[in-house]
């Protein structure tokens, strides 16, 4: 489904990524690790466009995403859930929602939203910003659902979340694999990591130096945890 080769990736006379190359099937989830600052964000903001200086090959579905911009990036079915979650906070839950236009035929309705996420229909009228943390996250998870994307860009879910939450999270990304989303994945919490993914790309320094199995992160965790500084 998605194709990663060379990708390179600057800010200014910065260079972040030193060329990437990595692949993500339908229906997997796969994860981008490393310690903060090797480029696992970079990574997925060259995917969508948000870097202007950007080079090598991004292809969805066969596309080359390199050569449009991030609205028709979305329109193709590649949703992105920043680190900062990206909702619009005056608007009100319902309204987040249904304010970006459906673009595909794998867009879930409302209520089936409201089905997974049954905290989202209780706060529905709420401003966004008076949501807790955990609820932000999910109303930002479900923003691309509801526009239809396949493919789905989850920048650190976890982060700062309390601990239920964080068991939450796992499981509606579980089932957005059965549902068969296929998920891009930044994740600095490498035991939720494992719990979720089918494979994981180890980042040092802008690059990507070994793709793992989740058995083999499962036997190598304790060295993975001191090398992540975790």
Same mark, same amino acid.
């Given at each position: 489904?998605?194709? %990663?080769?060379?990708?390179?990736?600057?800010?200014? $006379?910065?260079?972040?990524?030193?060329?990437?190359?990595?692949?993500?099937?339908?229906?997997? =989830?796969?994860? !981008?690790?490393?310690?903060?600052? %090797?480029?696992?964000?970079?990574?997925?903001?060259? +995917?969508? *466009?948000?870097?202007?200086?950007?080079?090598?090959?991004?292809?969805?579905?066969?596309?080359?995403? !390199? #050569?449009? *911009?991030? $609205?028709?990036?979305?329109?193709?079915?590649?949703?992105?859930? #920043?680190?900062?979650? *990206?909702?619009?906070?005056?608007?009100?839950?319902?309204?987040?929602?249904?304010? /970006?236009?459906?673009?595909?035929?794998?867009?879930?309705?409302?209520?089936?939203?409201?089905?997974?996420?049954?905290?989202?229909?209780?706060?529905?009228?709420?401003?966004?910003?008076?949501? /807790?943390?955990?609820?932000?996250?999910?109303?930002?998870?479900?923003?691309?659902?509801?526009?239809? /994307?396949?493919?789905?860009?989850?920048?650190?879910?976890? $982060?700062?979340?309390?601990?239920? =939450?964080?068991?939450?999270?796992?499981? =509606?990304?579980?089932? !957005?694999?059965?549902?068969?989303?296929? =998920?891009?994945?930044?994740?600095?919490?490498?035991?939720?990591?494992?719990? %979720?993914?089918?494979?994981?790309?180890?980042?040092?320094?802008?690059? +990507?130096?070994?793709?793992?199995?989740?058995?083999?992160?499962? $036997?190598?965790?304790?060295?993975?945890?001191?090398?992540?500084?975790?």
């Amino acid at each position: 489904m998605l194709e %990663v080769r060379n990708l390179q990736a600057s800010y200014g $006379e910065t260079r972040v990524l030193q060329g990437i190359n990595f692949d993500v099937q339908a229906g997997e =989830i796969v994860t !981008l690790i490393g310690r903060n600052g %090797v480029g696992k964000t970079t990574t997925l903001r060259a +995917i969508i *466009g948000d870097i202007a200086q950007r080079s090598g090959e991004v292809r969805f579905r066969g596309v080359d995403m !390199l #050569a449009i *911009g991030p $609205e028709r990036t979305a329109k193709a079915g590649i949703g992105y859930v #920043a680190e900062d979650r *990206g909702i619009f906070a005056t608007l009100t839950v319902r309204e987040n929602l249904t304010v /970006s236009p459906v673009r595909g035929p794998a867009a879930w309705p409302l209520e089936r939203i409201y089905e997974q996420f049954p905290v989202l229909r209780e706060r529905g009228d709420q401003p966004a910003s008076t949501l /807790s943390g955990g609820e932000q996250q999910m109303l930002a998870i479900a923003r691309p659902l509801c526009m239809g /994307s396949e493919l789905i860009l989850l920048d650190e879910p976890t $982060e700062g979340l309390a601990p239920v =939450i964080v068991d939450r999270i796992g499981e =509606i990304i579980r089932r !957005l694999k059965e549902d068969g989303r296929t =998920i891009l994945l930044v994740e600095q919490n490498l035991r939720f990591a494992i719990s %979720v993914a089918d494979r994981h790309n180890l980042m040092v320094d802008g690059r +990507i130096v070994q793709t793992l199995s989740n058995r083999d992160v499962i $036997e190598r965790e304790e060295q993975l945890l001191e090398h992540l500084g975790v």
